[in-house]
C-alpha cells in the first residue's frame, strides 16, 4: 500500500490531502473523480490511512503504528470498502453500512466508508444515503469513487468536496514506473505511451497481459478494414463476449487509429503510441485519408461511451464495426 508521498502524478491532489491531514479540517464527504484505472482507489485508501494513523508525519501516514498496519492488511475495524453486488450497489448495502455510522469508532477516531464506483448505486441507494450526508456523524467520513459523476445524483454531488483526478502524463508516469518498479527508461516508455495515463492500465501492461489484447486489436483492425458485412458481425459477436475485454480493445483501437493519423499528417515516429509498429503504421496509414481516420476515432470513442454507460455491448459493436468496414459513407 502506497503513501500519500509516494503516489505517481496527481500532485494537486496530493498536496490538497495531506494539508488536510495536517491541518485537521476535513470534510465529511469527498468525491474522488476521474478516467477509470488512473489511482483514485489508491490515494483513497492512502487518505485514509494518514486519517487513522494515531501518529501522522505531516498530513501523511506513519507506517509504523498499530492502525496504519490494520489498514496495510484490510483488516482496520473502522474503515469499510463497499463493493458493487453484480452490476449495482443496492439500498440494503448503504442501509447497512449507515446502521454503523451513528455508533463510535471501535478505535476511538474515524469511521471512514469507502465506495469505489459510486455511479453504480441505485436511486433508492443513493437517496438512502443522502441523508446521511446531508447530517453526518462527526467522526463518520464518506469517500466515493467515480468515472463517470454526471450518473450520480445532484443533491450528492453537491454535499461533496469534489477533488479531480487527471491522467497521469506519460513521462511522469514513465519516471514513476522506473523508480518504483526498477525498469528502465526504455522499458517504461512504452506502457505510459499505451496507457492513457492510467498507472492500472500501465502495470498491466508490464505484466504482460496488454500484450495479447494490443495484438488482438491490431488484427482486429485490419480485419475491419478489408471486412464485409457478415465478416463484420461476427467480429461485433466475438469481441462481445466479454464486455470489459471489448472496452479495452476499443481503448487500443483508438491509439491504433491515432497513430495512423499521426504518421499521415507528420510521417514521425516519436509521437507513436505503437513505436514497435511503425513499419505496419507506415502501410496501414496509406489506406486512410486524414478526414476517415478522424471519423473512425470518434466513432470507436463515441461506442466505447455508450459500453460504458451501460449499453447492448454487442449491438454498439456491430454498428460501429459496419461503419468501420466501410458499410456506411459517414461515420
Same mark, same amino acid.
Given at each position: 500500500?502506497?503513501?500519500?508521498r509516494?503516489?505517481?502524478?496527481h500532485r494537486?491532489?496530493i498536496?490538497? &490531502?495531506?494539508?488536510t491531514?495536517?491541518?485537521g479540517?476535513v470534510?465529511?464527504?469527498?468525491?474522488f =473523480?476521474g478516467?477509470? $484505472?488512473?489511482?483514485?482507489?489508491?490515494?483513497? &485508501?492512502?487518505?485514509?490511512?494518514?486519517?487513522?494513523?494515531?501518529?501522522?508525519v505531516?498530513?501523511?501516514?506513519?507506517?509504523?503504528c498499530?492502525?496504519?498496519?490494520?489498514?496495510?492488511?484490510?483488516?482496520?475495524?473502522?474503515?469499510?470498502?463497499?463493493q458493487p453486488?453484480g452490476?449495482?450497489?443496492k439500498?440494503?448495502?448503504?442501509?447497512?453500512?449507515?446502521?454503523r455510522?451513528?455508533y463510535?469508532?471501535?478505535?476511538?477516531?474515524?469511521?471512514?466508508?469507502?465506495?469505489p464506483?459510486?455511479?453504480?448505486?441505485t436511486?433508492?441507494?443513493?437517496?438512502?444515503? &443522502?441523508?446521511?450526508l446531508?447530517e453526518?456523524p462527526?467522526?463518520?467520513?464518506?469517500?466515493?469513487l467515480?468515472?463517470?459523476?454526471?450518473?450520480?445524483?445532484?443533491?450528492?454531488?453537491?454535499?461533496?468536496?469534489r477533488?479531480?483526478?487527471q491522467?497521469?502524463?506519460?513521462?511522469?508516469?514513465?519516471?514513476?514506473?522506473?523508480?518504483?518498479y526498477?525498469? =528502465?527508461?526504455?522499458?517504461?516508455?512504452?506502457p505510459?505511451?499505451?496507457?492513457? $495515463?492510467?498507472?492500472?492500465?500501465?502495470?498491466?501492461?508490464?505484466?504482460?497481459? =496488454?500484450?495479447?489484447?494490443?495484438?488482438?486489436?491490431?488484427?482486429?483492425?485490419?480485419?475491419l478494414g478489408?471486412? $464485409?458485412?457478415?465478416?463484420?458481425?461476427?467480429?461485433?459477436?466475438?469481441?462481445?463476449?466479454?464486455?470489459?475485454?471489448?472496452?479495452?480493445?476499443?481503448?487500443?483501437l483508438?491509439c491504433?487509429?491515432r497513430?495512423?493519423?499521426?504518421?499521415?499528417?507528420?510521417g514521425e515516429?516519436?509521437?507513436?503510441?505503437?513505436?514497435?509498429q511503425?513499419?505496419?503504421?507506415?502501410r496501414e496509414?496509406?489506406?486512410?485519408?486524414?478526414?476517415?481516420?478522424?471519423?473512425?476515432?470518434?466513432?470507436?470513442?463515441?461506442?466505447?461511451?455508450?459500453?460504458?454507460?451501460?449499453?447492448?455491448?454487442?449491438?454498439?459493436?456491430?454498428?460501429?464495426?459496419l461503419?468501420?468496414?466501410?458499410?456506411?459513407? =459517414?461515420v
Amino acid at each position: 500500500m502506497r503513501f500519500l508521498r509516494e503516489i505517481i502524478g496527481h500532485r494537486p491532489v496530493i498536496r490538497t &490531502l495531506l494539508n488536510t491531514v495536517a491541518s485537521g479540517r476535513v470534510a465529511h464527504a469527498y468525491l474522488f =473523480t476521474g478516467p477509470e $484505472g488512473v489511482g483514485k482507489e489508491t490515494v483513497a &485508501l492512502a487518505f485514509a490511512r494518514a486519517l487513522l494513523c494515531s501518529r501522522p508525519v505531516d498530513g501523511d501516514a506513519c507506517g509504523l503504528c498499530r492502525e496504519c498496519r490494520q489498514v496495510e492488511h484490510h483488516n482496520h475495524p473502522d474503515l469499510c470498502v463497499l463493493q458493487p453486488d453484480g452490476n449495482t450497489i443496492k439500498i440494503e448495502q448503504i442501509r447497512a453500512i449507515l446502521r454503523r455510522a451513528p455508533y463510535r469508532s471501535y478505535q476511538g477516531g474515524r469511521k471512514i466508508f469507502l465506495i469505489p464506483g459510486a455511479e453504480a448505486m441505485t436511486a433508492e441507494a443513493a437517496n438512502c444515503l &443522502l441523508k446521511t450526508l446531508e447530517e453526518p456523524p462527526g467522526d463518520t467520513l464518506f469517500i466515493l469513487l467515480s468515472a463517470r459523476p454526471h450518473a450520480l445524483l445532484p443533491t450528492v454531488l453537491s454535499r461533496c468536496q469534489r477533488c479531480t483526478f487527471q491522467a497521469i502524463p506519460a513521462p511522469e508516469l514513465a519516471a514513476g514506473l522506473a523508480a518504483l518498479y526498477g525498469l =528502465t527508461e526504455e522499458e517504461a516508455h512504452l506502457p505510459a505511451l499505451l496507457s492513457g $495515463g492510467s498507472m492500472g492500465k500501465a502495470l498491466a501492461c508490464i505484466s504482460g497481459s =496488454t500484450g495479447d489484447t494490443r495484438a488482438e486489436a491490431g488484427r482486429l483492425a485490419l480485419s475491419l478494414g478489408r471486412a $464485409g458485412p457478415l465478416e463484420a458481425l461476427e467480429l461485433a459477436e466475438k469481441t462481445a463476449e466479454s464486455r470489459d475485454r471489448a472496452l479495452c480493445l476499443l481503448e487500443i483501437l483508438i491509439c491504433w487509429y491515432r497513430d495512423l493519423l499521426i504518421w499521415l499528417e507528420s510521417g514521425e515516429t516519436g509521437f507513436l503510441y505503437n513505436p514497435d509498429q511503425s513499419e505496419e503504421i507506415r502501410r496501414e496509414a496509406g489506406c486512410y485519408d486524414a478526414r476517415r481516420l478522424v471519423e473512425i476515432i470518434e466513432a470507436i470513442g463515441a461506442a466505447k461511451n455508450k459500453i460504458e454507460a451501460n449499453a447492448n455491448t454487442r449491438l454498439a459493436l456491430e454498428a460501429l464495426f459496419l461503419r468501420l468496414a466501410g458499410l456506411v459513407a =459517414t461515420v
